[in-house]
């Protein structure tokens, strides 16, 4: 077998890459769903490479996998860099060895270097040792804090009784608003808390004027907030934002998706972590009122937002991810050290 690689922008690839998901187990609604809310059309923001497999002579090719380039801009020492996120790495079952998932990451990263000031990703565990093996090294790691909100599910994977684990979670929950009586209170003084069904301006001037402005972070506006969540085909999610009443101004906002009894924290951005604390206790009661157990947040923080939410409550969990990169040819002189502290979310990440 034989294989080689083509880079396409994306809506060049969007045929053969429907075509490709479809072969791996998607409905040509969900494919082409996915593809155009995943690649931006322009095209200099997104490009798909595709393996290609061609057997005996004559018998022409098939693309059995791909993987995307996104082009995001991202942040670093105040400078904000053209970066590659890798991501959408899918080779079909077949093809699933060393040497076809190799070739097609080596002439990805091989553009993808020249092209761009920095190339990274998130890879999954089996990708993991191509990345590293193209030289890649771990960049941040995202680590999950959970604040629980309703005890009665944990209380039951112990008790079997739902009527004694009720006995028990009731204490417990009303222990957890009398050690944080925040999760009841309104926004602070001087501040309201909004739903916003869109994006404006305000959120790209909240990010300018950003709280940990000295870590490396992927840059933030309208349009790819709006793109990125509330154009998201397959998971609803809701912006809440901490506005100044008198001048309507962003202090903090925070994206929430609600999947089952958990809510996952999406992205979270302040003027500084006081606001982001406030606009986190504030959506901790609003997922409470709607009944879930618990509200998680997996992201790579610096120390000061780390203690902001233990002091809301949060507690580490065993789940993390790993961003991994490596400088592309423009930072010939180096990378900058701020490439090893970075404050990520899950907006961060390729899906």
């Known amino acids: 077998m034989k294989y080689s690689v083509r880079g396409l922008c994306a809506a ?4 053969e890459v429907i075509d490709l998901w479809q072969r791996l187990g998607a409905s040509e609604s969900d494919a082409r769903s ?6 931006d059309p322009g095209p200099e923001r997104s490009r798909c490479f595709l393996l290609d497999a061609s ?3 004559g018998s022409g090719s098939t ?16 400078t904000r860099r053209r970066a590659a996120l890798l991501g959408g790495f899918q080779v079909e079952k077949n093809h699933r060895t060393f040497f076809p998932a190799l070739t097609l ?7 993808a270097r020249r092209e761009f000031d920095l190339v990274y990703g998130f890879p999954n565990p089996s990708a993991s040792p191509i990345m590293k093996k193209l030289g890649f090294g771990p960049f941040a790691h995202l680590e999950r804090h959970v604040l629980v909100l309703h005890h009665l599910r944990y209380v039951e994977q112990v008790w079997a009784g739902r009527g004694l684990a009720k006995l028990i979670a009731a204490p417990l929950d009303a222990y957890r608003l009398l050690v944080q009586p925040g999760l009841v209170r309104g926004a602070p003084r001087g501040r309201a808390w909004r739903r916003f069904d869109s994006v404006d301006a305000r959120f790209a001037r909240l990010f300018d004027a950003r709280a940990l402005p000295e870590n490396s972070a992927g840059s933030r506006d309208g349009a790819f907030l709006q793109r990125r969540f509330l154009e998201r085909p397959d998971e609803r999610t809701t912006v809440y934002g901490l506005c100044a009443r008198d001048s ?16 996952h924290v999406r992205d979270l951005q302040g003027r500084d972590v006081k606001a982001m604390c406030s606009a986190l206790r504030l959506v901790a009661n609003e997922v409470r009122k709607q009944g879930c157990a618990s509200l998680s947040f997996l992201c790579a923080a610096p120390p000061a937002l780390v203690a902001g939410l233990w002091s809301l409550g949060f507690q580490a969990r065993p789940s993390a991810r790993v961003m991994i990169g490596l400088p592309g040819d423009r930072l010939a002189d180096g990378p900058p050290s701020s490439l090893q502290r970075w404050y990520l979310t899950e907006a961060d990440e390729d899906q």
């Not at 990451?105 to 553009?111: I, V, Y």
Request: net charge negative.
């Open 34 to 39: 996915r593809f155009d809310w995943a690649f």
């Open 55 to 57: 057997g005996a002579p």
């Open 12 to 15: 060049e690839a969007r045929p």
């Open 105 to 111: 990451q080596r002439a990805t990263f091989g553009w």
């Open 248 to 263: 309507g101004e962003l202090d903090a906002w925070v994206v929430v998706h609600v999947g089952g009894d958990v809510a």
């Open 63 to 78: 693309v059995v996998g791909m993987v995307g380039i996104y082009a995001r801009d991202v942040v670093v020492e105040g």
